[in-house]
C-alpha cells in the first residue's frame, strides 16, 4: 500500500474512533439527561402530591377553626346565662338574714307561748 493510502486508513480509522468515541459521549448523555428528565418528573409529581396534601390540611384547619369559633361562641352564650342566673340567686348576707328568721321562728330553739299562756300572762298583769 502506498504511504498515501496508508495515511488516508490511519485518519479515516481515527475518525471512525474519534466519532464512536463522541457516539458513546453523546449515549452517556443522553442517558444522564433521561435520568435528570426522569427525576425532575418524579420531583414535579411529589411537589404537586404534597401542595394538594397541604391544601387539604389547610381546608382541614379551617374547619376546625371555625368549628372551634362556633363552640366558643356556644360557651359565651351559655356562660353569659349563668352569670344572669347566678344575678339572681341569694347572696351570702340574704342567707344569713334567713337563717337567722328561722332560728328564731324555730319552734325547737324558741319558745313560744299558747294562747292560754297569753290569756293567763295577761289576767296576770291587769290582776283580774
Do not use: C, W
Request: glycine letters at 2%; proline letters at 2%; aromatic letters at 4%.
Amino acid at each position: 500500500m502506498p504511504p498515501q493510502r496508508r495515511s488516508v486508513g490511519v485518519v479515516l480509522n481515527k475518525l471512525i474512533e474519534r466519532v464512536n468515541s463522541l457516539m458513546r459521549r453523546i449515549r452517556v448523555l443522553e442517558q444522564d439527561n433521561n435520568v435528570l428528565r426522569s427525576r425532575l418528573d418524579s420531583v414535579e409529581t411529589e411537589s404537586f402530591n404534597q401542595s394538594k396534601l397541604a391544601r387539604t390540611a389547610v381546608a382541614d384547619l379551617e374547619k376546625r377553626l371555625n368549628r372551634y369559633e362556633k363552640q366558643l361562641q356556644e360557651t359565651e352564650h351559655v356562660l353569659k346565662e349563668v352569670i344572669a342566673q347566678m344575678k339572681k340567686l341569694a347572696t351570702m348576707s340574704q342567707i344569713k338574714e334567713l337563717e337567722a328568721l328561722m332560728d328564731m321562728y324555730n319552734p325547737l330553739k324558741s319558745e313560744f307561748m299558747t294562747r292560754e299562756e297569753v290569756e293567763r300572762a295577761i289576767d296576770d298583769r291587769t290582776g283580774r
